[in-house]
T-cell receptor, first 112, second 113 residues
Framework: GAVVSQHPSWVICKSGTSVKIECRSLDFQATTMFWYRQFPKQSLMLMATSNEGSKATYEQGVEKDKFLINHASLTLSTLTVTSAHPEDSSFYIC????????FGQGTRLTVV | GENVEQHPSTLSVQEGDSAVIKCTYSDSASNYFPWYKQELGKRPQLIIDIRSNVGEKKDQRIAVTLNKTAKHFSLHITETQPEDSAVYFCAASNGGSQGNLIFGKGTKLSVKP
């Protein structure tokens, strides 16, 4: 099946700093990438949809200035958490839809 | 927008028994219903999916049923094994497999040997 590679798998950062998470489709072109967030023992919640060459679409309640999404090419989408705070600590995971949704490995972000 | 309800939140069964997890959805336009198994700290793994033009689908010990009229779909696991223990999520999309997924809250399945 299709492969989506997400990096880093985990990151610890200080409050106020920014963290970039990359999601690559390795063997197919992804015009769309979905970004989800999952808090401990909770479900996956859609944060935003990135579209290659255009602005991302954010779900209600998700701050677009805090969670910067860039989909510069057909194989790469990035999520940057700016000015991170402890409450941003979560599991972030991307998915690229084709005949099924292919998920990246996920990124465990811990803000201290 | 779509809302997906999933029950039960936890389920404990004896090895060899069957497990059933149920989900309901609100958007009649939803047309794709996947089920995922997620182990702690890992990505969700698709275990089975069903599209709105099908009422039932089976893959070895796993089956899914869909009732479009009632807007509910269920996951059935037979002959459960300890390695089936995980969190299971149902999801719904109105864009087929290309659309964004709305997930249920998950069911923690424990299979006791």
């Amino acid at each position: 099946g299709a492969v989506v590679s997400q990096h880093p798998s985990w990151v610890i950062c200080k409050s106020g700093t920014s963290v970039k998470i990359e999601c690559r489709s390795l063997d197919f072109q992804a015009t769309t990438m979905f970004w989800y967030r999952q808090f401990p023992k909770q479900s996956l919640m859609l944060m935003a949809t990135s579209n290659e060459g255009s602005k991302a679409t954010y779900e209600q309640g998700v701050e677009k200035d805090k969670f910067l999404i860039n989909h510069a090419s057909l194989t790469l989408s990035t999520l940057t958490v700016t000015s991170a705070h402890p409450e941003d600590s979560s599991f972030y995971i991307c998915s690229a839809p084709t005949y099924e949704a292919f998920f990246g490995q996920g990124t465990r972000l811990t803000v201290v | 927008g779509e809302n997906v309800e999933q029950h039960p939140s936890t389920l404990s069964v004896q090895e060899g028994d069957s497990a059933v997890i149920k989900c309901t959805y609100s958007d009649s336009a939803s047309n794709y219903f996947p089920w995922y198994k997620q182990e702690l700290g890992k990505r969700p793994q698709l275990i089975i999916d069903i599209r709105s033009n099908v009422g039932e689908k089976k893959d070895q010990r796993i089956a899914v049923t869909l009732n479009k009229t009632a807007k509910h779909f269920s996951l059935h696991i037979t002959e459960t094994q300890p390695e089936d223990s995980a969190v299971y999520f149902c999801a719904a999309s109105n864009g087929g497999s290309q659309g964004n997924l709305i997930f249920g809250k998950g069911t923690k399945l424990s299979v006791k040997p």
